[in-house]
Nanobody, 126 residues
Framework: QLQLVESGGGLVQPGGSLRLSCATS????????IGWFRQAPGKEREGVSC????????NYAESVKGRFTISRDNAKKTVYLQMNSLKPEDTAVYFC???????????????????WGQGTQVTVSS
């Protein structure tokens, strides 16, 4: 059974950093692109970043470009989201997701993804 488990969220001051992890199991991560999404209260879930199966392709939402970096360690079956220069508007529950089928997909559209983790809360506040 394919599973994704996020961790690394927490409370951080504006300008601070966090690294989120997405631990995967039940499938061969090497063959899947993975996306990171976030959802703030009262707002729709939005795409943050994605990484292709080989790690060679990445994409970022305009709002996080230059501040967030996605990476993957297939040996550890984990995908990371390094978040720097955090802002209060980054406050949200962050989710990682995998598509239904293996492939090199890198998309920040939530409609491309089938499997979702339970999310980890990130709060940016002084």
């Amino acid at each position: 059974q394919l599973q994704l488990v996020e961790s690394g969220g927490g409370l951080v001051q504006p300008g601070g950093s966090l690294r989120l992890s997405c631990a995967t199991s039940g499938f061969t991560l090497d063959y899947y692109g993975i996306g990171w999404f976030r959802q703030a209260p009262g707002k729709e879930r939005e795409g943050v970043s994605c990484i292709g199966s080989s790690g060679g392709s990445t994409n970022y939402a305009e709002s996080v470009k230059g501040r967030f970096t996605i990476s993957r360690d297939n040996a550890k079956k984990t995908v990371y989201l390094q978040m720097n220069s955090l802002k209060p508007e980054d406050t949200a529950v962050y989710f990682c997701a995998a598509p239904l089928l293996a492939g090199s997909l890198c998309s920040i559209s939530r409609y491309e993804y089938h499997y979702w983790g339970q999310g980890t809360q990130v709060t940016v506040s002084s």
